[in-house]
């Protein structure tokens, strides 16, 4: 037992009370009532002869009454050991770490580990004596300091316990720590580190010496109570990308990586694939130990436009947050183009629209048609209908009714897509005086780059903005093939007017070469400011050729696919690309929040929105004379895989990033309670006393009923 | 005998009168439906002689003796011979001890002596009283006048509990005093430490007197129910003593029924006629038992 101390010695001087007793028995017989009796001689006799038995039992009553007094004072006065290392002050300073992310949401037993974790906190707390000091840092999301210091106030910090938020977020787990031991202070003397968490490797990555002198003394409560230190069974979905099928345009290929964190092979596990909600596939994947499976998807989806999917792991129940992952499919239409060949040629080489025309018809297999119609100029007259078109494409145009242009500048309003590209036809006054209103920026001359004479060579593609949709999907291939192409002439444009342009190719002197108009028109306008054909530019022998053309018409039409919006992670922030004419795009959780950023007067291509924080589809919509629903930006956030894996943390590395074994340094990093399991070592001997108060009293009633 | 010199003051002449009243009572609910007398048995047995005085029945007188002594001599028969009654009453002071909402054990002596007094005068019998306590105290000759019912019921009515019991020395005195044969009705709680007591009673029946014991106690004497630890005070002396009765009670109870065992026994191989009488019991009915028993022999 070692040397006894008390935690309120002042109360030792209630021993006074074990008189009582005594005191109380001979009041009792002075104040006993007087009865005379006859039969005196018989009672005398009797009482001869039982009292020595009978004086033994009222001495033991006594006896009795009085240790009952005793063991009362003394429990209150709450003895305890004295600790050797308390040298004259009997309190400990505990900061618990507690680990909230979302990886604590993994069930054992029909439990999650967070309510483990609570349990062995409170457990924790439960053992801690009064007079001991403790603080708690929540490490969830955020890494939050529930105390400021170590408090003395125990009940508050198992109040505090039972508030704690239900686990989300990955968890800091370095950061938390290093938040602990400042509030122990510099002295590591009677202090102790508590971390119960799953131990999940990944987050102790971040761990910092101490400088605490001593070292604390660090133990580790595992939530999940694991006999054996071994990673749990775990399944998640890695990654999911989607790619044309190749047969038909609305035929995807969906490729799941399903990982497995645990240490046992996966047989059978069923995958679905769900489609608004529906199962629309079933299958059944393998996955070995430690390793990861493809599973290889196809579906047609049923006509076009922007569908939600999920793809689920099914009969991995302990942590479903890494079972599903969400992702967007866009299946883009077809489009209709008009094309008005401002030079038609009978020489098919030589025709203003040959290369465009083939560019066009060059549509991959499982991509959506590009329907083109070509009409000469000569052929637009005052009542040629737009009508059925999403595209018109002006091909060295230089004259159009004026009914014409009108009903171009309604079709654009109406939300259709315009090209325009120049040529030796154009004249840019008058250029400027039919299209000015629908042109990105007006004409102002056309520039020879190439002179034989003066020596200076065609112009090269500079800057591209590969963030735009145009461009967005060309690898880099079709980057070489575009920077390889040599401009001989172009036409320079006022860029000093008010109009809101975006270059998405400029030339390597900083000039446009082609840019789009963003207003907040419905309809997109794009300006090449050289030919479409080889007559000012050789970018039409470029490979990259076929593939711009389509996109940019695709991109006019709005037919674009938005897949390049890959799946985000929770805690991700993304860029979302904003739509032209959108002052500002916003993003709504599925929880209702709502992020809203501002297109700073349509400079801005893309947005910063996040960090998303919650699993699910994001709505998107765009402000452009309202708020409008753009589903084609909607966006699938799903669970980080950080808290997917549970590969245990090995002590010693713990000790090691805390500063142990550096020179004659020793941090101690146990795992288990360690010497919380002795609750009496903790609580003193009250207990103790206690119960030989209930014995006590239990020999005091029975010598009682013999009299 | 006191009988001189006291005054009838309102107070005892109300006790006397109350007793006389209870002995009546008594009587009257004893020999209901019935003519019982103290007499044992019935006899035609020539009893004695005694000398011829005038009024005798001359058809009585004994000639043989005549011839013989020259006196007038009248025989005598057992059926025609009155009994002398001979009350003796413990007037110790262990005799006032009574239970809860019970009379003390002497005013219950007092009625149940009045009541054979009053018996053995109405049949014709001389009685008298012998009250004792360490020694005898009063005593009060055996008379058969309807008078001396009157001096009986007073000398019990003034009769009040005090000394220590001392049984041996009043039947030892009241021994060598009486000559003559007589029914000895002793009423007493027998709370006599002498171990010659027994003793006593042997030598007192071999003088040929019939001897009835009726042992008075109250329940609580027997039962001894107190719960409280108390202290217990000798009535007789100063002693005193603090015990807890729920540790005796056992002990206690087991030592008094061994007493009275021992005592029954004892006597009645003496030839008395022992009787243990708890003063809750209807003293009518104590009665009647007695006679009843006594006749049937």
Redesign the interface.
């Known amino acids: 037992m070692g040397e006894l101390t008390f935690l309120y010695p002042w109360l030792l001087g209630g021993a006074a009370l074990a008189s009582l007793p005594v005191i109380i028995h001979l009041i009792?017989?002075r104040r006993?009532?007087?009865?005379?009796?006859?039969?005196?001689?018989?009672?005398?006799?009797?009482?001869k002869?039982?009292a020595r038995r009978?004086r033994l039992?009222?001495l033991l009553l006594l006896v009795l009454r009085t240790l009952a007094v005793l063991a009362l004072v003394f429990a209150v006065a709450r003895p305890m050991p004295k600790r050797a290392a308390d040298a004259g002050t009997a309190s400990k300073r505990v900061a618990i770490v507690f680990d909230a992310s979302a990886s604590m949401r993994y069930e054992r037993g029909g439990r999650s580990l967070f309510e483990n974790a609570k349990r062995q906190v409170r457990d924790v707390i439960s053992h801690l004596a009064p007079g001991d000091a403790a603080t708690l840092v929540v490490a969830g999301r955020d890494v939050t300091p529930v105390f400021q210091a170590p408090t003395l106030d125990l009940a508050a910090v198992r109040g505090a316990v039972d508030k704690i938020a239900p686990p989300e977020g990955v968890a800091n787990m370095g950061a938390a720590i290093d938040m602990a031991l400042s509030q122990l202070g510099s002295d590591g003397g009677n202090a102790t580190l508590v971390i119960v968490s799953d131990l999940a490797e990944n987050g102790f990555a971040n761990l910092r010496p101490t400088a605490m002198e001593p070292p604390p003394e660090v133990r580790l409560i595992d939530a999940a109570e694991r006999p054996q230190p071994v990673a749990l069974p775990n399944l998640a979905i890695e990654t999911v990308s989607v790619e044309g099928a190749g047969e038909q345009a609305s035929e995807r290929r969906i490729r799941v990586a399903v990982r497995n964190y645990g240490p046992e092979a996966v047989r059978e596990l069923p995958l679905e694939l769900r489609v608004g909600g529906d199962v629309t596939q079933r299958v059944l994947v393998e996955v070995p130990a430690f390793g990861v499976s493809e599973k290889t998807l196809t579906y047609a989806f049923a006509g076009t436009g922007v569908f939600r999917c999920e793809v689920k792991l099914s009969g991995d129940g302990a942590y479903a947050s890494d079972d599903t992952m969400a992702f967007v499919v866009e299946i883009a239409p077809g489009v209709h183009v008009l094309a008005i060949d401002g030079d038609p040629r009978t020489t098919p080489y030589d025709d203003e629209l040959f290369f465009f025309e083939h560019a066009v018809q060059a549509v991959p297999k499982g991509d959506p048609t590009i329907d083109l119609r070509i009409v000469g100029v000569d052929e637009v007259s005052a009542d040629f209908s737009l009508e059925g078109y999403d595209v018109v494409v002006l091909a060295n145009v230089a004259e159009l009714p004026a009914e014409v242009v009108s009903r171009l500048v309604s079709f654009v309003g109406a939300g259709g897509g315009l090209l325009f590209t120049l040529g030796s036809e154009i004249r840019f006054e008058r250029y400027n005086a039919l299209f000015g209103g629908l042109l990105p920026h007006p004409l102002r001359d056309l520039h020879k780059a190439a002179d034989e004479v003066a020596g200076t060579p065609p112009l090269a593609l500079g800057d591209m903005d590969w963030d735009h949709p145009v461009l967005a999907g060309l690898g880099q291939a079709a980057q070489e093939g575009l920077r390889a192409s040599r401009t001989r002439s172009y036409f320079n444009v006022d860029v000093g007017s008010r109009n809101k342009t975006l270059a998405v190719l400029r030339f390597d002197n900083g000039a446009p070469a082609l840019m789009e108009r963003r207003d907040a028109s419905k309809g997109r306008v794009m300006l090449l400011a050289t030919s479409i054909d080889v007559d000012m530019s050789d970018l039409a022998l470029r490979s990259t050729y076929p593939a711009l053309v389509q996109r940019c018409v695709r991109y006019l039409a709005k037919a674009i696919d938005a897949s390049s919006l890959a799946p985000a992670r929770v805690g991700a922030t993304i860029e979302l690309p904003v739509p032209t004419g959108a002052d500002a795009v916003a993003l709504v959780s599925p929880g209702g929040t709502r992020i809203e950023r501002s297109s700073d007067d349509g400079t801005r291509r893309r947005l910063e929105m996040g960090p998303l924080t919650e699993p699910g589809f994001y709505s998107a919509q765009v402000l452009g004379k309202d708020w409008q629903a753009a589903p084609r930006l909607d966006v699938a956030v799903n669970a980080t895989l950080d808290e997917s894996d549970w590969k245990p943390v090995q002590p010693s590395r713990i000790a090691e990033a805390l500063g142990g074994g550096s020179g004659d340094r020793v941090v101690s990093v146990t795992i288990g309670a360690g010497q919380y399991d002795d609750p009496f070592a903790q609580r003193g001997y009250a207990s103790y006393l206690l119960l030989t108060l209930c014995l006590v009293f239990i020999g005091e009633s029975f010598l009682g009923s013999?009299? | 005998m006191s009988d001189a010199g006291f005054e009838l003051s309102p107070q005892l002449l109300s006790d006397i009168e109350t007793l006389q009243l209870a002995a009546r009572t008594i009587v009257s609910g004893a020999l209901a439906g019935s003519h019982r007398s103290l007499r044992r048995g019935s006899s035609i047995e020539f009893s004695e002689h005694k000398l011829y005085t005038p009024g005798d029945d001359i058809r009585h007188i004994d000639w043989r003796a005549f011839a013989k002594t020259d006196r007038y001599h009248i025989k005598q028969f057992e059926d025609e011979t009155n009994i002398t009654l001979e009350l003796l009453v413990d007037g110790s002071a262990?005799?006032?001890?009574a239970g809860p909402e019970r009379e003390p054990?002497l005013e219950y002596a007092k009625k149940l002596g009045a009541a054979l007094c009053y018996l053995a005068l109405r049949q014709g019998d001389a009685s008298g009283v012998v009250t004792f306590a360490t020694t005898v105290r009063d005593e009060l000759p055996a008379r058969a006048t309807s008078v001396h019912l009157v001096e009986v019921m007073r000398l019990l009515a003034q009769l009040e509990p005090a000394g220590e019991t001392s049984l041996v020395g009043a039947l030892d005195q009241f021994g060598q005093r009486s000559r003559r044969r007589s029914l000895l009705v002793i009423i007493s709680?027998l709370?006599d430490?002498n171990p010659g007591l027994f003793d006593a009673f042997r030598r007192l029946a071999a003088r040929r007197h019939d001897i009835a014991l009726l042992h008075l106690l109250?329940p609580v004497?027997i039962d001894f129910p107190?719960e409280?630890?108390?202290?217990?005070?000798?009535?007789?002396d100063d002693?005193r003593?603090?015990?807890?009765p729920?540790?005796?009670r056992n002990?206690?109870v087991r030592?008094?029924r061994e007493?009275l065992t021992r005592t029954s026994r004892a006597l009645r191989e003496a030839g008395i006629d022992y009787r243990e009488v708890r003063t809750d019991a209807d003293p009518a009915q104590v009665l009647g038992s007695f006679l009843r028993e006594r006749e049937a022999g």
């Open positions: 009792g017989r006993a009532p007087v009865v005379k009796f006859a039969a005196f001689d018989f009672l005398m006799a009797v009482n002869r039982l009978e039992r009222q013999r009299g | 262990s005799m006032a001890f054990k709680d709370f430490p109250d004497e107190y409280n630890p108390s202290t217990f005070v000798s009535m007789e002693r003593l603090f015990v807890h729920r540790t005796l002990a206690y030592e008094m007493f």
